[in-house]
RNA sequence: GGAGAGAUGGCCGAGUCCGGUUGAAGGCGCACGACUCGAAAUCGUGUAUCCCUCACGGGAUCGUGGGUUCGAAUCCCACUCUCUCCGCCA
């Protein structure tokens, strides 16, 4: 959500937004409600000042023994002026907000404008490897090696899921260690494991809702959601909180299962481990100072390139312009892991700013020390990674002509030292 | 799922029966100042958030949402959450 003051003063910035990320929301009909909310606020306000008034006056009287009969006439009917404004007020207020809630976060100005096309490569990492034979994309690998079921699991579930079995199990807990291990280790997270059921006002607080309702699992009994990204529990953890300046910087890394309904998204890049209902991914998560954010944003991002140079898997890294980004990013990276045997780069992680936006839809501030006003941090995230097209990078990259699989080597002592799985 | 207790400012905690100068006592914490060579201790002062307004100022908020009333932290209703006990259960 922006701050309606800033949108008041910089319309055009607001409306340039809208349209470079592809959003419809009517910024003129904000402006209408918007003052016709205020206008309606200050005669309220003048009301119930009326009231206040009175009524210690009201109070007095009373306290003296004295009649009090004519103030409280007068007041009924305030009141019931009060009660009529108040009406419309909360109406208005209501679809205010309701329009803010549609607008966009503003893309920063480093971020391409335009769809797709205008993806820009930052940087590429490591050899892509020479077969001399033809690489064999990873569902073949998988099922050949019986590490990978995907049978077994529509059977259980429906199409888009996985089984893994056996030392293909094993070696998805593996990466899920290797990389936790890693952000706590090295990199300076605290790693936190949170609910997997989150509510209606956190995946409001992290900007899921209201667009993206029909993206997500939702259990109509308790009115819960899936998680679909480690991003909406733990943001969250901190909503409605005012948080001191020495608690930040706070980063956190959690693995959780991450749960999407994919409607809508068929097409190709859905075979095997590309597009699931359900995966698992270790995720990067920080609240900072407004000054830090963008050097921050730098700073995840390398962290979660960090997995992919120690598993030796190469990749390259894009700046996502307008369009493909989300709503509520202000300046997102994919890191794009290369697969032989698909021939392909495959989304790993997206690293995001949010800057303020998602701080003040779940309303999560700092003070500064010796400052009386408070701000609103600046959230940030980014996967770290997400395990199924890792996995797929892997066993792609990592095949031999037998169809066998080498483990890389920092992933060896996760696997009580197994190197190939055969 | 059943029974009971509770939800008040950064934290603890009064106030709720008997509605009215209570945005809320007291304590802790924190900030600033005094004292001190410095510190501890002590003393003094200050210390919720949000909204409208250029400002003066005004309004709202005592878990959430409704209701009663001239007036609600205080009364009524519904809901949510927490704790204790019982039941059930991975």
Redo the contacts with the bound molecule.
């Keep these: 959500m922006l701050?309606?003051?800033f949108i008041r003063e910089n319309p055009d910035l607001v409306k340039k937004a809208i349209q470079d990320k592809g959003e419809k929301t009517d910024l003129d009909q904000f402006f209408r409600l918007d003052q016709e909310w205020?206008d309606l606020?200050?005669k309220?306000?003048?009301f119930?000042?009326e009231?206040?008034?009175?009524?210690?006056e009201?109070?007095?009287l009373?306290?003296e023994g004295k009649e009090?009969e004519g103030?409280?006439?007068q007041?009924?009917e305030?009141?019931e002026k009060?009660q009529a404004l108040d009406g419309k007020i909360?109406e208005l207020e209501e679809k205010r907000v309701e329009i803010l809630t549609w607008i966009p976060n503003i893309p920063h100005p480093s971020v391409p404008v335009g769809g797709e096309k205008e993806t820009k490569v930052i940087r590429e990492w490591g050899e892509k490897g020479k077969f001399d034979f033809e690489p064999l994309p990873h569902w073949e690998l998988g099922e050949s090696l019986g590490i990978l079921d995907f049978k077994s699991a529509s059977k259980v579930a429906g199409a888009h899921f996985t089984t893994y079995k056996g030392l293909g199990a094993r070696l998805e807990r593996s990466l899920i260690n290797f990389m936790l291990n890693l952000h706590t280790q090295k990199h300076g997270y605290i790693e936190v494991f949170p609910p997997f059921l989150i509510n209606r006002p956190s995946m409001f607080g992290t900007g899921q809702l209201p667009k993206l309702e029909e993206d997500m699992y939702h259990l109509e009994l308790d009115d819960l959601f899936l998680d679909p990204t480690a991003e909406c529990p733990v943001t969250n953890l901190h909503r409605e909180e005012?948080l001191k300046e020495e608690d930040l910087p706070v980063r956190y890394t959690a693995y959780t299962a991450c749960f999407r309904r994919e409607a809508g998204s068929y097409g190709k890049e859905t075979r095997g481990l590309l597009r699931v209902h359900q995966f698992n991914k270790v995720e990067l998560l920080q609240l900072t100072f407004p000054e830090k954010s963008e050097e921050t944003l730098e700073k995840i991002l390398r962290d979660a390139e960090e997995v992919l140079k120690l598993l030796k898997l190469p990749y390259r890294v894009v700046l996502l312009p307008t369009r493909e980004m989300s709503f509520a990013s202000n300046k997102t990276y994919d890191i794009e892991v290369w697969a032989p045997g698909v021939k392909k780069y495959l989304e790993v992680s997206s690293v995001s700013n949010f800057t303020d936006f998602q701080a003040r839809r779940a309303n999560i501030?700092f003070?500064r020390?010796?400052a009386?006003?408070?701000e609103f941090v600046h959230t940030l995230n980014g996967s770290g990674l997400a395990t199924p097209r890792t996995y797929a990078a892997l066993l792609e990259t990592y095949q031999e002509k037998d169809g066998s699989v080498v483990i890389p080597e920092v992933l060896r002592p996760y696997m009580d030292g197994v190197e190939k799985i055969e």
């Design positions: 701050d309606p003051r205020r606020l200050k309220g306000d003048a119930k000042h009231r206040n008034q009175v009524s210690k009201i109070a007095l009373k306290k009090a103030g409280i006439q007041m009924r305030v009141s009060i909360k005012i501030r003070r020390r010796r009386t006003a408070t």
